[in-house]
């Protein structure tokens, strides 16, 4: 066990400086390679061929796409929890703003009537959603922690609640018939059709890939350097001259942008948004993913958000024993989060300064422990 | 909104609101103990109520008592509550150890960030809530009437009922023998220590570990109790109810200061309460948001709860 | 080491090609593969099998699994086999779902999906892709009117039921006070408001409680429907709520009757409220009693599933007949299928057959039964007469 545990150890580190030395061109080339196997993922000609990797009990390129939608909230979130070091546990409010924006200003059903393309109500819902985080944050970022956790498990429940109880929003009836996005083929065919998941799945991949550059660059940035040092001590932070609030309520805000476009993009695709969709569970899943692959780091947020949603949708159709795995899939889940933070509570891929992090406080003396 | 509804029945409303704040406020113990001493939201402690809810039930099954019968007699009705509540109160006590040592302990020998905690929290909760929803094939579950319902005497034109006298009456009197047990005995006297500074407690010689356990034990027993109390006012139970009411039970904590234990009493019962009357005013789908608005509100005009965070403050 | 890391990328790089150039040959032969004969052909039951709402949905699936059993015995030679799609009855699992039915060319016809909401969500993807689908109990009226060219309903829809159970209230029960409680669903909302719009001014009051197991405290509507004095409670919803509301009602000394759709009409109501708790409680259902169907049903139902045929067995296990004498009459083609339930006219066990342009069951045919909680069974009350 404890070799085994070495070895994994060792190959790991491997890995890691080989990739921190290798070469400019071939990190770009690894890179590419990533990509491109991504964007083919969803041709049955070629995810045929990968053996047990695609989901049996339901659609692969459906299936992917939620995936997708998934590492984008991830990534989303971590700009809240893994760099800014805010516990964000009602992100997936941020999330049905989104969806909700596009259906009321698209769906026929609506009250409003406006019939918007979804082009049009795509940048409004990111917009709302920028507003709502801001609206959200400026009484409850001045609270610790803790406080804010519950007051935006809160908000989701109360945008749940507001969902499914008023008359405006539709409740459980929903939206429906909310317009695809705008394109078509040469022979007139729609792009974005019902039946083929790809072209929404590509459309995702693609923003995914844009957050990130944006997300990254940002990161960088005095920004990013701000969040880091609010998240590693936030009252040094202030007295070295860095205006905590207010870096706090822009992690708050982006964060928010980004759940919203997610919502946005789902609507879009799914065509049809009701209460139903607003579980709160989701909220918790999310954030577990960003902890699971390692929050603060990109990578470490979108292999946890795929991860996660892979393998929730990985169990369906599998028997063991006679009994249907589908069944026990969430109280796997809960139980390897409880493993994965004993043994691994960095993430997957942890950010390297969280890492360090980690080990001091290991280091620290604890008094009659 | 409807006035008119709240005010023909004030009497009856209030009393309900107290019936439910009792259970939110016992359960809330548990957080607010916790959090008292660890700086930790223990997630899972839904779970922990659940866990005697389903206890209470099954205890009682074994007694030979199903869904359908009904205890009489005011002498086995007493033996039937004291086996529930004992039953359901070990139940709990032990989720609560075993939840403390599995996903706790190991991560405090690392001194892992709170963050930690709060997953493998979150992981625990959902584990053990899918765990019961598999084994009761997520259907509800009928507790048997232990208690009949009758009306005892009427306040202000208020019906009161002895369950709802049973389930206030008993949450006052084992909040009371919770303080007295805080603020007199040599465990509470450990248990303040630790609460303001676990490091110089253990260097004083208090065996920290077993703290905190004391304070899971505690924590879970009430919530245990508090899990056959609902049975019996609800008289059905079903595997996923324990999220949302641990949500509201750690929203009247923090409503009446985390920490504090007379505050989680004064939280939970307003809470009931404004939830009560919410659902007279708004309608019963409304009463949730109208609960988290009352936190945000506080939050923003008093950030450390009515009564402020004290458990380690408290004066022997 | 930077040559070894190259020659792994290169090394990569080839193997992709390499599959690239095999999977172009591969690609033509996977699903495509039309159904020449009717042997192997598949039916799937499209519902939830876990979940809150499993119980509704096991009922179904029983009935299809029995309705393909016995085509299996007849017709030895030529099997057709089930696939069960489990939803949860979560349109967000919808299309994934949808679209892997879509996927297996084997698939002739679909019975479901069971409830509303996932159909909003699944629907377009089998009107778009041709495949035929016969719900056996998703009565939202607008699901009929949406332009789906595959949808098929073997139910009425809550226009037939909810002013049933009105009547009902009001000739049967003679219930001059009515207070009405929906769920907030759009089953539960929906059948609410056309029982209020039948009732008109004896309706002193209404109430909306959370759904979907959110709720499980209803003493605020137990308060507000005690001092109402109605003497009859309209719930629309499904069973779980319902049996807390029996319950607690009960124990707070409320004797009005509790009359709900067909989203209760399940024996889980009865394990929630309590045998004595239910008693009396009227089920109003857009189905005819299952154990009063035709033939041998009841025990070819309990023999093969183990268990009484529940709401909806019989609708799903015609609904799955018709989709069988289809394959049986040599339609081997979506298309064909499509055609063929469109003209499709026959009798069944729960009801007769037959479906309007809009994939609506013939108003003739849909009758509306009450049922009544009694010794904690469900049993035939009546026909509800229409109007």
């Known amino acids: 066990m404890n070799s085994v545990r070495e070895w994994i150890y060792t190959g790991r580190h491997a890995v890691a400086e080989r ?35 695609p989901t049996t009990g339901s659609n692969f390129g459906q299936v992917l796409f939620t995936i997708s939608i998934y590492v984008l909230l991830a990534v989303g979130l971590n700009i809240v929890v893994g760099f800014a070091g805010l516990l964000d546990l009602g992100y997936f409010g941020f999330f049905a703003v989104g969806a909700y924006t596009v259906a009321v200003f698209t769906s026929p059903s609506s009250d409003l009537k406006t019939l918007w393309p979804w082009l049009l109500a795509l940048p409004l819902a990111i917009a709302l959603t920028m507003v709502s985080g801001v609206f959200l944050g400026t009484p409850t970022l001045r609270l610790r922690g803790d406080y804010l956790a519950i007051v935006t498990l809160g908000f989701a429940e109360m945008i749940r609640v507001a969902a499914t109880s008023s008359e405006f929003l539709k409740g459980q009836r929903g939206f429906n018939q909310i317009p695809h996005p705008p394109g078509s083929y040469s022979d007139g065919k729609p792009i974005f059709g019902v039946l083929d998941p790809r072209p929404y799945y590509w459309l995702v991949l693609t923003v995914i890939i844009l957050v990130v550059i944006g997300v990254r660059n940002l990161n960088r940035s005095r920004v990013g350097r701000a969040w880091i040092s609010i998240r590693e001590d936030e009252d040094a932070a202030q007295l070295m001259g860095v205006p905590t609030f207010k870096f706090k ?62 393998l929730i949708e990985r169990f369906r159709g599998i028997e063991f024993f006679g009994v249907e795995l589908y069944e026990y899939r969430f109280m796997f889940f809960g139980l390897i989060l409880v493993v994965m933070m004993i043994f691994r509570p960095q993430g997957l891929i942890p950010n390297r300064r969280r890492a360090a992090e980690f080990k001091d406080r290991r280091k620290e003396v604890i008094v009659g422990g | 909104m409807d006035f008119n509804a709240l005010f023909s029945d ?170 007295l047990f805080i603020n007199r005995s040599r465990i509470g006297r450990g248990i303040r220590a630790v609460a303001q500074d676990q490091n110089t407690a253990a260097l004083m010689g208090i065996n920290k570990d077993r703290i905190i356990l004391v304070v899971f034990i505690i924590g879970g027993a009430m919530a245990g ?23 509201k039970a750690f929203t009247a904590a923090v409503l009446g200061g985390i920490g504090n234990l007379r505050g989680a009493l004064l939280g939970g019962l307003l809470l009931g309460l404004v939830e009560n009357y919410a659902s007279a005013l708004f309608g019963a789908n409304w009463k949730d948001l109208v609960a988290f608005v009352v936190l945000v509100v506080l939050l923003m005009f008093r950030p450390t709860g009515l009564l402020g965070e004290s458990l380690g403050r408290a004066r022997a | 080491m930077r040559q070894k890391f190259a020659r792994l990328v290169g090394g990569v790089a080839i193997a992709a090609l390499a599959m690239g150039g095999v999977t172009a040959c591969k690609s033509d032969s996977g699903t495509d593969e039309a159904a020449g004969d009717s042997c192997g052909a598949k039916i799937a039951f499209f ?24 085509y299996n015995k007849e017709n030895a030679d030529c099997q057709v086999t089930l696939v069960p799609l489990d939803s949860q009855g979560n349109p967000e699992q919808a299309p994934a779902l949808a679209q892997q039915a879509l ?157 709900a759709g067909d989203g209760v009409n399940d024996a889980s109501y009865i394990t929630g409220a309590g045998a004595a708790a239910a008693e009396g409680t009227i ?60 003209g499709y006219s026959g009798e069944g066990v729960a009801a007769s057959y037959k479906f309007t342009e809009t994939g609506e069951l013939d108003p003739t045919q849909v009758k509306v039964w009450a049922y009544k909680v009694v010794g904690g069974q469900v049993v035939p009350d009546q026909e509800i007469p229409k109007s």
């Open chain 1, 19 to 53: 990739w921190h030395n290798a070469p400019r061109w071939t990190r770009w080339a690894v890179i590419g390679a990533v990509i491109v196997f991504f964007y083919a993922l969803p041709n049955r000609e070629f995810y045929q061929w990968l053996g047990p990797i």
């Open chain 3, 103 to 259: 996927d297996d060319a084997k698939i002739l016809g679909i019975v479901g999906p069971a409830f509303s909401g996932e159909s909003e969500a699944a629907n377009p993807f089998f009107s778009e892709a041709g495949l035929v689908h016969i719900s056996p109990s998703a009565t939202r009226p607008s699901l009929a009117d949406q332009g789906w060219k595959t949808f098929f309903r073997a139910v009425g829809n809550d226009y037939s039921q909810g002013p049933a159970a009105g009547r009902y209230i009001k000739d049967v029960l003679k219930a001059e006070k009515v207070y009405v409680v929906d769920d907030q669903s759009a089953y539960g909302a929906g059948l609410a408001d056309e029982v209020k719009k039948v009732l008109g001014a004896s309706v002193v009051g209404s109430e909306k409680v959370q759904g979907e197991g959110k709720q499980s405290d209803f003493s605020a509507t137990v308060t507000k429907v005690k001092s109402s004095g109605a003497t009859a409670i309209f719930y629309g919803g499904y069973y779980q709520e319902a049996g807390l509301i029996r319950k607690q009602l009960t124990a707070a000394g409320v004797t009005a009757t509790l009359v």
């Open chain 2, 10 to 179: 004030f009497g009856g409303y209030t009393i309900t609101g107290l019936t439910v704040g009792a259970i939110y406020a016992l359960v809330a113990l548990g957080y607010t103990l916790v959090y008292g001493v660890l700086r930790l939201i223990n997630f899972a402690h839904s779970e922990v109520f659940i866990a005697g809810a389903f206890a209470a039930i099954w205890g009682w099954a074994a007694f030979g008592l199903d869904r359908d019968s009904v205890v009489s007699g005011f002498g086995s009705i007493m033996l039937y509550l004291l086996v529930g509540a004992l039953i359901a109160a070990v139940a709990s006590a032990g989720t609560a150890t075993v939840i403390e040592r599995v996903a706790y302990r190991p991560l405090r020998k690392r001194n892992a960030p709170p963050l930690a905690f709060l997953i493998t929290a979150i992981g625990a909760s959902i584990a053990i809530a899918e765990a019961f929803g598999i084994y009761t094939r997520r259907l509800p579950v009928g507790a048997p009437t232990v208690v009949k319902n009758d009306v005892l005497f009427e306040v202000f034109g208020a019906e009161v009922t002895v369950v709802q006298l049973l389930v206030i009456g008993s949450a006052l009197a084992m909040m009371v023998a919770l303080d």
């Open chain 3, 47 to 70: 519902g939830a099998l876990t979940g809150p709402a499993a119980a509704l949905g096991v009922n179904m699936n029983g009935g299809v699994k029995l309705a393909i059993d016995k």
């Open chain 1, 249 to 310: 309520l822009w992690a708050f805000a982006s964060g928010a942008a980004i759940g919203g476009l997610a919502g946005a993009l789902f609507a879009g695709k799914q065509n049809f948004v009701s209460s139903q969709n607003l579980e709160l569970l989701n909220s918790i899943i999310i954030l577990a993913a960003v902890i699971l692959g390692g929050s603060g780091n990109i990578v470490g947020a979108i292999v946890g958000g795929g991860l996660v949603a892979y």
């Open chain 3, 283 to 342: 089920l109003t259902c857009p189905c005819q009693p299952a154990t009063e169907a035709r033939g041998s049903f009841v025990e070819d139902f309990k023999a093969l599933n183990g268990g009484e045929p529940g709401t909806y067995s019989d609708v799903a296990f015609d609904a799955a007949n018709i989709l069988l004498a289809g394959i049986k009459a040599g339609n081997t083609s979506r298309d064909k299928m499509l055609e063929f339930v469109k």
């Open chain 2, 225 to 247: 109790v508090a899990g056959m109390l609902y049975d019996i006012r609800i008289g059905t139970l079903t595997y996923s109810v324990g999220f949302l009411l641990g949500l």
